[in-house]
C-alpha cells in the first residue's frame, strides 16, 4: 500500500455520520481499540454475486458492509490517497464512499435483482471505485476554488509519456508530486490506469467517460507528465 496510507480493511474505518438519519451505518463499523474479529468465509454462492451481496446491503446486513470494505477498502483509499496526497482527506473520501453504497443499496438491488439478467452486470467495486474518484475530484475543485486557485487547462499535447517516471520505484517522489500536480481529471486517468492497473474501459466506466474520450483524457495526461518531467530537467 501506499506510504502513508490507511488500510481500512483492517476493521478501523470510523463510519461517517449519517445525516439522512434513515439509514445508518452499523454500530460494528466504528473502530474500536478492541481487535476486530476475523470474518467468517462467504457462502460460495455470493463469492462472485455483487447483486446478492447488494441485496444483503438492502435488508441492511452489517456483514455483508464488512465484507465489501475487506474486498475494497485497500483499493479504494489508494485511489482516493493517489488523487488527494493526503491520508486523512482520502480516508474521508472512503468512508463517504461507503456511506453512499449503505444508502443506495435498496435501489442498486432493486435494479440489478439477484438472479436476473442485470444481476451479471453489476460490480460493486466498479460502483466504489466511481464514487470515490468523482468525490475526490469534487474536493479537489472546492479546494482550489477557496484558494482563489486557477482552473489549469487541459490542452493537446503530442509528446510521448515518460513511463520510465511512473515505473521506476527510485523516483516514486517525484512521480507522486508531479502527479499531484496535473488537473483533476488527469490525475485520475493517471491513478486508475497506472497506479490501479485499471483496463482503459473500466478506468473510463469509473470517471463516467466513454472509452474514446477516456483515451484522450489519458494521452493528455501523459503528456503533461512529460512536459513536467523535462522541466525537471530529468527527460530520458
Same mark, same amino acid.
Given at each position: 500500500m501506499?506510504?502513508?496510507?490507511?488500510?481500512?480493511?483492517?476493521?478501523?474505518?470510523?463510519?461517517?455520520?449519517?445525516?439522512?438519519q434513515t439509514a445508518p451505518l452499523p454500530t460494528a463499523m466504528i473502530a474500536s481499540p478492541e481487535p476486530?474479529?476475523?470474518?467468517?468465509?462467504?457462502? !460460495?454462492?455470493?463469492?462472485?454475486?455483487?447483486?446478492?451481496? !447488494?441485496?444483503?446491503? !438492502?435488508?441492511?446486513?452489517?456483514?455483508?458492509?464488512?465484507?465489501?470494505?475487506?474486498?475494497?477498502?485497500?483499493?479504494?483509499?489508494?485511489?482516493?490517497?493517489?488523487?488527494?496526497?493526503? !491520508?486523512?482527506?482520502?480516508?474521508?473520501?472512503?468512508?463517504?464512499?461507503?456511506?453512499?453504497?449503505?444508502?443506495?443499496?435498496?435501489?442498486?438491488?432493486?435494479?440489478?435483482?439477484?438472479?436476473?439478467?442485470?444481476?451479471?452486470?453489476?460490480?460493486?467495486?466498479?460502483?466504489?471505485?466511481?464514487?470515490?474518484?468523482?468525490?475526490?475530484?469534487?474536493r479537489l475543485r472546492r479546494a482550489r476554488r477557496l484558494s482563489g486557485g486557477d482552473e489549469v487547462p487541459e490542452g493537446e499535447d503530442e509528446s510521448p509519456l515518460a513511463d520510465a517516471l511512473l515505473e521506476a520505484g527510485e523516483r516514486d517522489d517525484l512521480a507522486r508530486s508531479l502527479v499531484l500536480a496535473l488537473p483533476e481529471r488527469q490525475r485520475a486517468a493517471i491513478v486508475l490506469t497506472y497506479y490501479e492497473e485499471l483496463p482503459n474501459a473500466e478506468a473510463a466506466a469509473a470517471m463516467d467517460m466513454n472509452i474514446k474520450a477516456f483515451e484522450s483524457l489519458l494521452h493528455r495526461a501523459r503528456a503533461a507528465l512529460r512536459q513536467a518531467l523535462a522541466a525537471q530537467g530529468d527527460a530520458p
Open positions: 501506499t506510504q502513508g496510507a490507511k488500510d481500512i480493511s483492517s476493521g478501523s474505518v470510523v463510519a461517517v455520520k449519517d445525516t439522512t476486530v474479529p476475523a470474518r467468517e468465509a462467504p457462502p !460460495a454462492a455470493l463469492k462472485g454475486d455483487d447483486a446478492a451481496w !447488494a441485496a444483503l446491503l !438492502a435488508a441492511r446486513d452489517p456483514a455483508a458492509l464488512r465484507e465489501m470494505i475487506a474486498r475494497h477498502g485497500a483499493a479504494l483509499q489508494r485511489i482516493a490517497y493517489r488523487m488527494t496526497g493526503d !491520508a486523512h482527506e482520502a480516508e474521508d473520501i472512503v468512508q463517504e464512499a461507503l456511506l453512499r453504497l449503505w444508502d443506495h443499496a435498496p435501489a442498486i438491488a432493486a435494479r440489478h435483482p439477484a438472479g436476473g439478467h442485470a444481476a451479471g452486470q453489476l460490480r460493486l467495486g466498479g460502483w466504489l471505485q466511481r464514487v470515490v474518484t468523482n468525490l475526490a475530484i469534487d
